[in-house]
C-alpha cells in the first residue's frame, strides 16, 4: 500500500509539474492568466513625405483617403504635430528612440556608396548602438516585434533592423529612390530590381500575416511605407483610380492599406487592445499639400516640419478628437511604451511625453512641451514655444526656393531608370510646389507667431525682442543639457 501511495503522490506531483510548465508556457506566449487584462499591442505606421495637408480630414479635397478619415472620427486628430527633422532619416530616429537627433549625433540620411551622390561617410552611417530601440526595449518586455518598409537608420549590418531588436523585416533599407534599390526579407535580399508598384500591397500583406501569426500574444509592428516618396508607384488595382494623378492614386492605396490593417485587428478581436498610430516623417515633397504652409520637405518652414497625425485605440481613446496643443515625433515613442506598461531609458534624456493622458480626456494635469524644436545637418534651426516659432538658420536653400513653371524641362537629378525611378512622366513636376511661398525671408533670426500667422508670412523680430530674448534662452537651456 505505502508503494502505491507513494506512487499515487508522485504521479500527483508529476502531474502538477507538467500543469506549471504548460500554464508558464503560455504565459510566455503571451496568454494572460485567469483575471490578469491582455498586454496592449501597438502598431506605427509612417508614411513617407505626407504632407500636412494630404489627407480628406486635413481638408484635401481631390486625395480619396475614407479609411483614415473614418480612423480619426474614431479616434484622436492632431493639428499641430511636428516631425523633429525636415527629412527622412532623423526623424525615425526620433521616433525610434525618443530623443532629437542632435543628441545622437545622427542628423543626417545614410546614402549607399554605391548611389551616385554616395559618399563614404554617409555609406557608414547608423543609428549609434548605445541608442535603444522600439524594437529592443518592446522586445526586452517580451513583445515579438516587426519592423516592414523602409529603415533608413544605417544600411551597414550592424546598424539593420534584425540586429536593433526587431525578430521580422521585409523592406528596403534606405530610400526607394536609392541606388541600388534592394528588397530584403530579414538580411537576405529577395529581389532586384524592386516593383515599386507593388510595395505598399506587400508591406500590407506581410504585416497582417504578422498580426496573424501573433494574435495570442503581445506584438509591436512597425510599418514605415515607402509611400509617398518619389518615385511615385501604385498597383494595378489603385493605378490611375483615384482621379487624381499618380500621386493620388498611391495615397488612395495608402489608405486602403491602414483599412485592411484595421479591419483585420477587428476581425481578429485585437482592435480593442491595440493602439494604432498613423503619422508621416516630414512634409511633402513636389505635388504634395501642406494644407496652406509655408515651405516643404528639407526646409524648416511649418510646411516643412508639421505633419499629419492620428491616434486610434477604441474603448480607450474617445471618439472624435481634435488635439491642437503642439506634439513631436518623439512623443510616438513614449506614448507607445506608457500604451504598453513599459518604462523608457532612465539613463538618458527622453525628449518625448505620453500622450495618453491627453488622448484619454483625463481630468488630471497634462504635461505640455515648453519647447519644441526642428533639427538639421545644421543642427537646431527652429525653435517653437507656445504660439511663436523663432528660426535659428535660414528656413530654406536656392534649390528649392527656385520657382519653376508649369511646362518647363525639368531633369530629376536622380535620373529614371527603369530602376530606381519609375514612370518618369508621371512623377511630379517641381512647379507643383505643395506649400505657399508669399512672405518675408526665412532668414535666422526671423520670428512668426503660429497662432495668428500659420503660413510665416510676416516676421515680427523687430516688435518682439523679448520674445526672441526667451527663445534664445531655451534654446541655450537645451544646449546645456547632458545628451
Not at 563614404?120 to 522586445?139: A, N, S, V
Not at 496573424?212 to 506584438?219: A, D, L, M, V, W
Request: charged content about 25%.
Amino acid at each position: 500500500m505505502s508503494m502505491l501511495n507513494g506512487g499515487s503522490r508522485g504521479m500527483v506531483g508529476a502531474r502538477k509539474c507538467l500543469f506549471l510548465v504548460a500554464a508558464v508556457t503560455l504565459l510566455g506566449a503571451g496568454v494572460a492568466s485567469v483575471g490578469a487584462a491582455p498586454r496592449t499591442n501597438v502598431i506605427v505606421i509612417l508614411a513617407d513625405d505626407l504632407g500636412n495637408g494630404d489627407l480628406g480630414c486635413y481638408g484635401h479635397t481631390a486625395f480619396k483617403t475614407p479609411r483614415l478619415d473614418q480612423m480619426a472620427a474614431a479616434g484622436a486628430r492632431f493639428t499641430q504635430f511636428y516631425s523633429a527633422c525636415p527629412y527622412c532619416a532623423p526623424s525615425r530616429a526620433a521616433l525610434q528612440t525618443g530623443r532629437y537627433p542632435f543628441r545622437l549625433g545622427f542628423t543626417n540620411n545614410p546614402l549607399p556608396i554605391a548611389d551616385p551622390a554616395g559618399r563614404e561617410e554617409l555609406d557608414k552611417l547608423g543609428l549609434p548602438l548605445t541608442e535603444k530601440t522600439l524594437g529592443e526595449i518592446f522586445r526586452g518586455s517580451g513583445y515579438r516585434t516587426a519592423c516592414i518598409g523602409k529603415w533608413h537608420l544605417g544600411h551597414q549590418p550592424e546598424f539593420r533592423p534584425t540586429r536593433r531588436g526587431y525578430d521580422e523585416y521585409l523592406g528596403i533599407l534606405y530610400s526607394n529612390d536609392m541606388h541600388r534599390v534592394e528588397l530584403l526579407d530579414g538580411e537576405r535580399v529577395v529581389e532586384y530590381p524592386v516593383v515599386q508598384s507593388e510595395l505598399t500591397r506587400r508591406y500590407t500583406d506581410r504585416a497582417i500575416r504578422f498580426i496573424e501569426k501573433n494574435r495570442s500574444r503581445p506584438f509591436f509592428l512597425y510599418l514605415p511605407h515607402a509611400t509617398p516618396h518619389k518615385p511615385l508607384a501604385a498597383s494595378e488595382a489603385f493605378y490611375k483610380k483615384s482621379g487624381a494623378g499618380l500621386y493620388g492614386d498611391a495615397i488612395q492605396e495608402l489608405d486602403a492599406s491602414t483599412g485592411r490593417i484595421l479591419d483585420r485587428l477587428k476581425e481578429l478581436g485585437l482592435d480593442s487592445r491595440t493602439l494604432v498610430v498613423f503619422t508621416s516623417d516630414n512634409g511633402p515633397w513636389y505635388g504634395g499639400s501642406t494644407g496652406g504652409l509655408r515651405g516643404m520637405k528639407s526646409q524648416t518652414w511649418e510646411g516643412g516640419v508639421r505633419v499629419p497625425c492620428i491616434a486610434y485605440w477604441p474603448g480607450r481613446i474617445p471618439s472624435g478628437q481634435t488635439v491642437q496643443a503642439p506634439s513631436i515625433m518623439m512623443d510616438v515613442f513614449s506614448t507607445a511604451l506608457d500604451a504598453a506598461g513599459i518604462s523608457p531609458p532612465s539613463d538618458r534624456p527622453i525628449d518625448g511625453q505620453s500622450l495618453l493622458r491627453r488622448l484619454r480626456a483625463s481630468s488630471g494635469p497634462v504635461s505640455e512641451h515648453q519647447a519644441l524644436f526642428s533639427v538639421t545637418t545644421r543642427g537646431l534651426t527652429a525653435v517653437r514655444s507656445g504660439p511663436w516659432k523663432l528660426l535659428l538658420e535660414p528656413a530654406s536653400g536656392p534649390a528649392l526656393d527656385r520657382v519653376w513653371k508649369e511646362g518647363e524641362p525639368y531633369a530629376d537629378p536622380r535620373a529614371p531608370d527603369g530602376v530606381r525611378l519609375l514612370a518618369p512622366f508621371e512623377q511630379m513636376h517641381p512647379s507643383r510646389f505643395p506649400g505657399t511661398r508669399d512672405g518675408d525671408p526665412g532668414v535666422a533670426g526671423s520670428l512668426f507667431n503660429l497662432e495668428n500667422d500659420p503660413s510665416e508670412k510676416r516676421d515680427l523680430s523687430a516688435t518682439h525682442p523679448e520674445v526672441v530674448a526667451r527663445l534664445r534662452g531655451l534654446v541655450r537651456k537645451v544646449r546645456e543639457q547632458p545628451l
